[in-house]
């Protein structure tokens, strides 16, 4: 099962890391919804509870495709999350490139010091935890702890579970065997999958007309 409480009590170390996961733009929209504004709200709860341990928070989250197309350029997840939190400058990295949940680490972990001493913190719903915390202990190298964002004011998200359990058999499909820590394999994987996911939709549509 996995670990969601107060950071006290999931590990000796106060975590020094942070990464605020983004939940998505509103469908054809550079409106985020409400599950992204509350993890940027409870981020700010979770840091100014957090006694000034925390050395770094990223908040990941790219551009919808929507916005991609426009003419302008539309602010990211992970911008518009920071504006909401407004936690000092100094602390807060962003990462703007990712479209999913395994995107969110493969990129963060760019960003994260590489000590494998070091505490991580994850802040997501607790509905996406779970699958969050699968990732991150296949893509980082550091110790890795979850926080529900609920814990910290947000309210449950209203998503379908179904959906989430789709997701997270997906990745486990898609990292098994995958050693800890082994950035590249994970990277290749995720872009053949990138690349088989249209084909794959493709077929389900045309056999979902004889079902």
Request: charged share 25%.
């Amino acid at each position: 099962m996995s670990r969601m409480s107060s950071p006290s009590k999931q590990s000796l170390k106060p975590p020094t890391q942070l990464i605020v996961l983004g939940r998505g733009m509103e469908r054809d929209s550079d409106i985020p919804t409400p599950a992204t504004i509350q993890r940027a709200e409870a981020a700010r709860v979770y840091y100014e509870k957090s006694g000034n341990t925390l050395g770094k928070v990223i908040f990941s989250g790219g551009r919808s495709r929507h916005a991609v197309n426009r003419a302008f350029p539309v602010p990211s997840e992970a911008e518009i999350m920071a504006g909401i939190a407004d936690l000092p400058s100094d602390l807060v990295e962003l990462e703007s490139q990712s479209t999913s949940t395994l995107e969110n680490f493969l990129h963060a972990a760019v960003l994260l010091a590489g000590d494998p001493d070091a505490t991580t913190a994850v802040l997501a719903h607790s509905m996406q935890l779970p699958r969050a915390l699968f990732i991150a202990r296949k893509v980082l190298i550091c110790e890795v702890i979850g926080v529900a964002a609920e814990e910290y004011g947000a309210m449950p998200e209203d998503t379908n579970r179904t959906v989430e359990q789709v997701a997270f058999l997906k990745d486990r499909v898609l990292l098994a065997g995958i050693h800890r820590g082994d950035v590249d394999t994970i990277a290749n994987r995720a872009d053949r999958m990138r690349r088989v996911q249209p084909l794959l939709g493709k077929f389900l549509r045309k056999n979902s007309q004889y079902n």
